[in-house]
Antibody, heavy 118, light 107 residues
Framework: QVQVVQSGAEVKKPGASVKVSCTTSGYRFINYGLGWVRQAPGQGLEWMGWISPYNGDTDYALKFQGRVTMTTDTSTSTVYMEVRSLRSDDTALYYC???????????WGQGTLVTVSS | DIQMTQSPSSLSASVGDRVTITCRASQGITHSLAWYQHKPGSAPNLLVFAASRLESGVPSRFSGSGSGTDFTLTISSLQPEDFATYFCQQYNTFPRTFGQGTRVEMK
């Protein structure tokens, strides 16, 4: 069955970077895109962008362009998301989720809590 | 960006109640809407896609309806395991956008 497993919680200082991983299994990795969504405390869900494991193409939400990079490792069926120049308002639960062929998110990871604090 | 307005933000209900949650898009999205259930500490779970199609394995007490700008998720008879947060997402255009969520609490 399809599984999406994310890396563990991180605590970072303002200005630092964080790289979250998302390892998938149970399907052919290159056939489906993967998206990233975050939820800050008390806030709604915010779409950050997505990546195609087939060719590495990415599309980032405007507010994250220049500060977020998504990459893939097809040898381990893993996608990564790096967020640079962290601020306190980047404190959030970050989710990775698979895009199915009809372009909605069908399988989600368990979330990775990133805390930015001095 | 398409704004998704979900209501109510929370509701209290009892087991057996019929629950209705609505989601309104700021512009037409045809049928490109999904509903998810989210419990703390767990991954969100897809319930409905294409506005009204039930994901495999989802109990039939869940149903979705609507098209264009107005959508509804209905739980026909609330069960103890249904107390959770529900949110909608449009996938008609990028950036994908979400409703703010509806927390279904026990009365």
């Amino acid at each position: 069955q399809v599984q999406v497993v994310q890396s563990g919680a991180e605590v970072k200082k303002p200005g630092a970077s964080v790289k979250v991983s998302c390892t998938t299994s149970g399907y052919r990795f290159i056939n489906y895109g993967l998206g990233w969504v975050r939820q800050a405390p008390g806030q709604g869900l915010e779409w950050m962008g997505w990546i195609s494991p087939y060719n590495g193409d990415t599309d980032y939400a405007l507010k994250f362009q220049g500060r977020v990079t998504m990459t893939t490792d097809t040898s381990t069926s893993t996608v990564y998301m790096e967020v640079r120049s962290l601020r306190s308002d980047d404190t959030a639960l970050y989710y990775c989720a698979r895009y199915n062929s009809n372009w909605y998110l069908d399988y989600w990871g368990q979330g990775t809590l990133v805390t930015v604090s001095s | 960006d398409i704004q998704m307005t979900q209501s109510p933000s929370s509701l209290s209900a009892s087991v057996g109640d019929r629950v209705t949650i609505t989601c309104r898009a700021s512009q037409g999205i045809t049928h490109s809407l999904a509903w998810y259930q989210h419990k703390p500490g767990s991954a969100p779970n897809l319930l409905v896609f294409a506005a009204s199609r039930l994901e495999s394995g989802v109990p039939s007490r869940f149903s979705g309806s609507g098209s264009g700008t107005d959508f509804t998720l209905t739980i026909s008879s609330l069960q103890p395991e249904d107390f959770a947060t529900y949110f909608c997402q449009q996938y008609n255009t990028f950036p994908r956008t979400f409703g703010q969520g509806t927390r279904v609490e026990m009365k």
